[in-house]
């Protein structure tokens, strides 16, 4: 799979595009991890036709601590494996968040990268969920 329908079709009708044919590597892995960001920034029952679509509420398990982190650690990784056909061998980790005081849990998030053309590119991800669940990602 490429980029998303949106951004092939941004470059396709930009006649000055350099990409309207091709794709780098870079390209396709800005369009996996900007839908990461924004699935994992979805609360599931949101989408209407997919109900299960997102991130379950975190303010719903955080009174589950300290299974908290387990329950929010295969809730992230079983929406990447469900709806980012793109990526393989996911695995998420919980990391020691260095400020505990800010209540913020801190994941990594490691994955295979299928491109087009059949080869694998390694990414690596972090992600900071805050006690409202809002998700922030890094590289």
Known sequence: MAA???TRLEHAADPNSLERHTWRDNDIE???SQHIARMLNTRQGSCLTCPDYGLIEVSEVLYDFPDA???MQRA???SI???EPRLKNVQVRHLKNDYAHEMMLVFEITAQLQLPDGRRQSLRFA???DPSGNVKMGG
Do not use: R
């Open 4 to 6: 998303s329908l949106l």
């Open 30 to 32: 800005t369009a996996v």
């Open 69 to 71: 982190v387990g329950i």
């Open 76 to 78: 992230i990784k079983n």
């Open 81 to 83: 494996q469900t709806y």
């Open 127 to 129: 992600t900071n969920v």
